[in-house]
């Protein structure tokens, strides 16, 4: 497999890897809880975005978002939240955050503990006039950096 995962690094264009990074926010850890370098995508990126994914603990209390991604550390949690319906790609409201997180996901209530909810991250609901630059951020140039680590460590643990 580390054949594959350096025949893989070499082949990805830098905008790729920048799109992947910043699609995922730029994460420092990777689903193994192995640590990803930060690139410099990471480096100048970081404020834009984090405007677009965000902890679901950031949520508004009535607000939705849709799930980007899920960081567990087991499997085992993966496949309980996945039993749930809350995977990535499905809308979520958040009713309740104290003194434990109760979400609406396809219909159903569920409460999770804010260790769950520290593994979820979900796209921030944003407009035209919040002031970012969307042109911009996507021609926004950067090195291979923080993701290519992430894509070797993906390759090695299969």
Request: contains cysteine.
């Amino acid at each position: 497999m580390e054949g594959i995962a350096c025949e893989f690094e070499h082949t990805v264009s830098l905008e790729l890897v920048n799109g992947i990074c910043t699609l995922l926010g730029h994460p420092k850890e990777c689903p193994h809880g192995m640590p990803i370098p930060e690139g410099e995508c990471c480096r100048q990126a970081a404020k834009t975005a984090s405007s677009f994914i965000i902890p679901l603990s950031d949520l508004k209390l009535g607000e939705s978002a849709r799930i980007a991604y899920i960081n567990c550390k087991s499997d085992q949690q993966i496949h309980k939240l996945e039993g749930l319906c809350i995977r990535p790609g499905v809308t979520i409201k958040l009713h309740q955050n104290y003194p434990t997180y109760v979400i609406e996901c396809e219909g159903a209530s569920i409460a999770l503990d804010g260790d769950v909810v520290a593994n979820i991250s979900v796209w921030k609901n944003f407009k035209e006039e919040d002031g970012v630059n969307h042109k911009k951020l996507c021609e926004k140039k950067a090195d291979y950096g923080g993701l290519r680590g992430f894509i070797a460590h993906l390759f090695k643990s299969g």
